[in-house]
């Protein structure tokens, strides 16, 4: 299971962190994903890590803004979102990723049930 919090909304230019609790699995053995979907489109990649936690990947729309990182001792996935756009305005979605490649969309059954982000003024 994976349990999304942190989503609210912000103005442009501000910052959020986004949590995923995760449980039921081995959550230190598999890499994880963020992935979002925007209003009236389809999911998103964003980013992906790797088991360790050593290795990360960003979509282009967010490389330089935005930054994942877990805890695996906790059990925790986390997005640190700065410098936010109205265009990150999507539902954010923690995600298992079965390909073990951090980069794409995993299946939506391997996903968690979401955290909302509105960047407005």
């Known amino acids: 299971q994976l349990v999304e919090s942190g989503g609210r909304s912000v103005q442009p230019g501000g910052s959020l962190r986004l949590s995923c609790a995760a449980s039921?699995?081995?959550?230190?053995?598999?890499?994880m994903s963020w992935v979002r979907r925007a209003p009236g489109k389809g999911p998103e990649w964003v980013s992906g890590i790797n088991d360790s936690g050593e290795k990360t990947s960003y979509a282009d729309s967010v490389k330089g803004r935005f930054t994942i990182s877990r805890d695996n001792a906790m059990k925790m996935l986390y997005l640190e979102m700065n410098s936010l756009k109205p265009e990150d305005t999507a539902i954010y979605y923690c995600?298992?990723?079965?390909?073990?490649?951090?980069?794409?969309?995993?299946?939506?059954?391997?996903w968690g049930e979401g955290t909302r982000v509105t960047v407005s003024s």
């Open positions: 995600a298992r990723d079965p390909s073990a490649t951090g980069i794409g969309v995993p299946p939506a059954e391997f």
């Open positions: 039921g699995f081995m959550f230190r053995f598999y890499v």
